[in-house]
Structure formats: structure tokens, C-alpha cells
């Protein structure tokens, strides 16, 4: 029976960690919140409470900039499994430093505390998501990011809204020392039920100039385009997040003229939101890092937050506004709809990135790469803080119009990242075709191995089975393709972006057939996964043509094993040649049903073209 993505909670190579980090992040924001709750009561004589505020913050992401470099490198060096533990186990030990001093309401004193706690999750960071792909397999990843998602969100909500649920701005403080330590050692008690996580990279040298490793490890994230792109991503997300949950204070009080319960239901609203598309995320990605719903959250985050600006113009102005009167408004459930579908959409973009950025990460140095990310986010996360003090500080916007900039900002950075990394919008294109257009079922796909080198041979049918076959397949293909299909207009800017080889007959142009051969070997010699369609045109009677030596070719150049697969369905589609030239007729049906079988591994030294027409064959006609 297929498992949902909940039953990785029961699992010990997941469960432990997972909650480990969820009372993690619950004790930050709890501990942060009685602290703001505390400031606030104007404790401290001469004081402000903004000035309190900003600098409680600036001490909380002051470490990440001086030691996530630091951080990365014991991640890479060390057992991850014992580092969790000993960083939970000094989480205890500063909350019981917090707890003495909210007993005795020292400021001051808890404003080192939370430099420290600053500190401990500088460190844990680089674990949290380095120590996922240790413990899960490719085809788990999307579901153990989302679930690691969800979880942090629903901390910080629960713990941002703790302190009006509990009144900690008047309970008695040790209610509050209790709840921190007792938090710190629940975490602590789940963190030795994680397994053992080797090091990455033990030989690993501690570089103790961390202005310079900063840097280097930067260089690590950027080795490879598309991770860089995703760090870029990740923290463009925390740019987004720190500016809407830092307005929607001022939002509310100023605009909305609400209580704190309308706060907390707002905060909530949107803390729900991005939990909700995360577990979305891993339905609609099919236990595959997804990278196409990317852009589909750039795009609902844009849509939703331009709407959040006009949704504010149907509220009644100068009335204070209850829970209840905020519900009986049309606009109140507008707003509400867009703080959701901007959480939901935030969901659908930031679970694949971090999968991305794990899938495609050179492994002795992941725990430094997210580490990069940590440092950007710090850095997005005080721009974010300065872009709202100068638009709304200086330049006087109004908080809609500042969501608005942000809405219209987040377009302009989605179009340079999808520009330098189109395959973030190839991957939305097949995903969109793939759920949209058709309902693909699939079949023997765990034949094709996770990692290393193997060559698929399918029948063809339309010009979009490349596509299809890119959508169900678990790892990147290389397909080999007919030169005029690679060159058709359109179609060709999403091949090359593939790494599409376009092939021709050895007679008709000689050197596009040798540089195809040569790009084939270069691939599989790189542990690539190259497809090929045999029949070298698409079929032009729906019938299965014969299979051109050309695959014998490949593998006697390059043993690999081989994976025969067949799709049907697709004959007397728009894209295939039934009743005249494809692409010329206007489509009769929709949401059609495709089937893609993948037959058992043939051996190198056992691949023969006829053998390979014949198991296609039977595929093909499987029901």
C-alpha cells in the first residue's frame, strides 16, 4: 500500500530529527515573543521599545553573518547526528540562563541569551537541511522538505501567537521559564532518537578566518548555476516573509485599526497558508523534486500580493475592527484570501528549491552550501527590514502600497532568475502538460536506476514524448531527437535548454550524425541518462516502425544497461501525425489518458534492435 507523506513521522531515520527542529523553532519563537512581550511592559527606563525591538533582532541575526561559515564547516567534518545533539543539548543550558532572566525581568541580560540562541541556530541550520538527503532516498526528498516546512512554519505560529494565547504579557514569569527549558529538553530528549549521520567531508580543515571562508564557501554555492539560482531564490522567499510579517503588525494596528486577536488570525492565516502549500507541494510533485511549480509560486506570490493592495480598499476606514467585524466584511475574507494564497504559493516555491539545492549539491560540501544560504538569508532578511524603513519610514508609502512594490518586485526578480536558468520555466512547461493536458500513468519506472549512466529506448509517437517522458522520469534525460523536430520554432528553445541532441542520417549530413554519437558517449560517460527513439521519426500510422541500428551502435561504443519503454495513448493527438501532418488540425480532446510502460533491464552485451522492438512492443500493448 502506497504511504502518505505524514508516515515518514513514524519512521526513526526521520521522526526524531523532524521534531527535534519543530521544538526547536516552537522554543525560538516562544522565547523571542515572551521577550518582546516583556520589552514592550517598558521594563527598561529610557528605553524605547522600537529601539529594543531592532536591536533584539539585530542581535539574533548578527551570528549567521559571523559564524555560518564556521557552522558549515563542522557540519561537513563531523557526525551530524551528534552534532544536533550536542548543539540541543547547550539549547538547554541557555534557556535555563533565559529562564533566570525573565524570573527576574532582565532585559539586558536576555538580550545576550538571545544572541546565543542566535548563535545555537547558526548551527543547526547547516545540519537541518545537509542531514535530510542522509537519511531519505531521492524519491522521499520533496516530502521530507515539505514536512520540514510545514513543521517550522506551524512553530513559528504557534509560537508568535503564544503570547497572546497565554497572556505572557501578564502571567506570572515563571511560566515562562518553565515553558523555555522544558521545550529545550523535549528537543534535547528527541535529538537522541536521531541515527547516525557520517561526515560528509572528515577531513575537513577548520578555517578559523571566517571573513575568508565566508567567502569560499559562497564559491561553493556557485559552482553550479542552478543551485546559485536557488540560494538566490530561497532568500529573495525570506526577503518576502520578513517584510510581510513585519508590516502586518503596523497593517493591522494602523489600517485595520484590529485587535491582537485579528493579528494572530492574520499571522496565522498566513503561517497556515505556506504549511498548507507545502503539503500541497509534495502531492503535486510527484515524490519528485519538482522544479516546475517554482515559477507557479512566483507566479500566485505576485498575483496574491497585488491583490492584497486592492483587497484593502473595500474595508470600511476609521472603524475598529474585532474578529467578528473583520468576518463580516467581504474585503476582511478577501485579505484573508490573499495572506493564504501568498502562503500557499510561498509553499509551492520554496520546497523544491531546497530539494533542488540538496539534489544537485556536491555532498562533501552541502552542509556549507546551505550555510551560503543562511548568510544570504540573514543579509535578504536585514534588506527587507531597511527596504520597509526607507518606503514606508521615509518615502511615506502606505503599508497596501509597500505590499504592492513587493508584489511587483518579486516579478522583476522571477524574470531574471527564470532568464538565467530557463529550465525552471521548461520544468513548469512539462509539468503543466503533464497534469493539464494529459493524465500520465506510469509503470516499472524503478528500473531505471537512481544514480549512473543507462540508455532508454522508446517508441515515438508525437512530438511531445520527449516532454512526457521528461516529466515521468525521476532523474534529467538527455534525449536524442531528430534534427528538423529540434529545429521546429518554439519547440527548439526547449530542446536546447534539455541538452536536446538533434541527430540526422549518417548520408544526409554526416557531421550532425557523428557529433550526435559523440555527445551520446560524452553523456553517458558523464552518468547521464540518455533516451532515444529507435524508429527515428514519429510513427506515421500509429504502428511501431522498425528499430535503426543506431542503438547497437551506442552501447557496443559504450556498455551501459538499457531501458525499454513504450507510451500509448498519444496517436490521434494534436501533436501526432493521425489524419495528416501534426500540429495541423485543431484538438479534439483534452485530458487525455497516457500510459508509459518501462520494461525490465537489458544487459549491454545482450542489446539487439529487434530483441529492443519486441519488448517496446509488448509494453505498448500492456493495458
Not at 558517449?521 to 527513439?533: N, P
Not at 525490465?600 to 534492435?609: D, G, I, K, L, S
Request: proline letters at 5%; hydrophobic letters at 50%.
Amino acid at each position: 500500500m502506497k504511504e502518505g507523506v505524514f508516515s515518514l513521522l513514524t519512521k526513526r531515520r526521520f521522526g526524531p530529527f523532524f521534531f527535534t527542529q519543530f521544538l526547536g523553532a516552537f522554543n525560538d519563537n516562544v522565547f523571542r515573543q515572551a521577550l518582546i512581550l516583556l520589552i514592550a511592559t517598558g521594563v527598561v527606563a529610557g528605553a524605547g521599545v522600537n529601539t529594543l525591538n531592532n536591536v533584539a533582532l539585530a542581535l539574533f541575526i548578527l551570528p549567521f553573518f559571523l559564524f555560518s561559515a564556521l557552522a558549515g564547516q563542522v557540519a561537513d567534518k563531523y557526525d551530524r547526528a551528534m552534532l544536533v545533539r550536542r548543539i540541543k543539548l547547550a539549547e538547554v543550558i541557555i534557556m535555563a540562563c533565559a529562564a533566570a532572566g525573565f524570573f527576574f525581568s532582565s532585559v539586558y541580560f536576555l538580550l545576550a541569551v538571545l544572541f546565543l540562541m542566535g548563535l545555537q541556530s547558526t548551527f543547526f541550520g547547516p545540519i537541518k537541511y545537509s542531514i535530510i538527503p542522509q537519511h531519505l532516498g531521492p524519491r522521499e526528498l520533496v516530502s521530507g522538505n515539505a514536512l520540514v516546512e510545514m513543521g517550522t512554519f506551524l512553530a513559528i505560529l504557534l509560537g508568535s501567537i503564544s503570547g497572546v494565547l497565554l497572556k505572557m504579557d501578564a502571567a506570572d514569569p515563571l511560566i515562562v521559564s518553565v515553558s523555555v527549558v522544558g521545550l529545550a529538553a523535549l528537543g534535547y530528549l528527541a535529538s537522541r532518537g536521531i541515527p547516525a549521520a557520517p561526515a560528509a567531508d572528515p577531513g575537513t580543515r577548520l578555517e578559523w578566518n571566517l571573513w575568508k571562508e565566508t567567502w569560499r564557501i559562497v564559491g561553493y554555492a556557485r559552482e553550479v548555476k542552478s543551485v546559485w539560482m536557488s540560494v538566490l531564490g530561497i532568500s529573495w522567499f525570506w526577503f518576502l516573509g520578513a517584510a510581510y510579517t513585519t508590516q502586518l503588525k503596523v497593517y493591522v494596528d494602523d489600517y485595520l485599526l484590529g485587535t491582537d486577536g485579528l493579528y494572530a488570525l492574520l499571522l496565522g492565516t498566513f503561517s497556515v497558508g505556506i504549511g498548507l502549500g507545502s503539503w500541497l507541494c509534495e502531492k503535486l510533485s510527484g515524490h519528485r523534486v519538482e522544479l516546475g511549480l517554482v515559477p507557479l509560486g512566483s507566479i500566485g506570490l505576485s498575483l496574491f500580493g497585488i491583490d492584497l493592495f486592492f483587497s484593502y480598499a473595500g474595508l470600511p476606514k476609521g472603524v475598529e475592527m474585532s474578529i467578528g467585524a473583520f468576518l463580516a466584511e467581504p474585503s476582511g475574507w478577501r485579505v484573508l484570501t490573499d495572506l493564504a494564497g501568498i502562503g500557499v504559493f510561498g509553499g509551492f516555491y520554496i520546497v523544491p528549491l531546497f530539494a533542488f539545492i540538496q539534489q544537485r549539491s556536491d555532498p562533501r560540501h552541502l552542509a556549507r552550501i546551505i550555510a551560503a544560504n543562511n548568510i544570504l538569508n540573514a543579509l535578504l532578511m536585514v534588506a527587507s527590514a531597511a527596504t520597509g524603513i526607507v518606503l514606508v519610514g521615509m518615502l511615506e508609502l502606505t503599508v497596501p502600497q509597500f505590499f504592492l512594490v513587493l508584489a511587483l518586485l518579486n516579478v522583476l526578480v522571477a524574470a531574471y532568475i527564470y532568464s538565467v536558468v530557463p529550465e525552471f520555466l521548461i520544468r513548469l512547461l512539462v509539468w503543466m502538460l503533464t497534469n493539464v493536458l494529459y493524465r500520465i500513468k506510469t509503470r516499472g519506472l524503478e528500473h531505471i536506476p537512481d544514480e549512473g549512466p543507462c540508455l532508454l529506448v522508446c517508441n515515438h509517437v508525437s512530438y511531445v514524448d520527449a516532454l512526457l517522458l521528461g516529466g515521468a522520469v525521476r532523474r534529467p534525460v538527455r534525449f536524442v531527437m531528430f534534427k528538423p523536430i529540434y529545429d521546429m520554432p518554439l519547440l527548439n528553445y526547449i530542446f536546447r535548454t534539455g541538452k536536446t541532441i538533434p541527430i540526422d542520417g549518417k548520408e544526409r549530413n554526416p557531421e550532425v550524425y557523428e557529433r550526435a554519437f559523440r555527445r551520446i558517449r560524452e553523456e553517458l560517460e558523464d552518468g547521464q541518462v540518455v533516451c532515444i527513439f529507435p524508429e527515428g521519426r514519429l510513427t506515421p500510422d500509429g504502428e511501431l516502425g522498425e528499430f535503426k541500428s543506431g542503438v547497437e551502435k551506442i552501447v557496443k561504443e559504450t556498455p551501459v544497461p538499457v531501458i525499454p519503454m513504450a507510451l500509448s495513448g498519444l496517436w490521434g493527438s494534436f501533436f501526432s501525425h493521425k489524419g495528416g501532418p501534426a500540429l495541423t488540425r485543431l484538438p479534439r480532446r483534452f485530458w487525455s489518458r497516457i500510459t508509459l510502460n518501462a520494461g525490465e533491464t537489458v544487459a549491454p552485451q545482450a542489446v539487439n534492435a529487434d530483441d529492443l522492438r519486441q519488448r517496446v512492443r509488448a509494453l505498448r500493448e500492456r493495458p
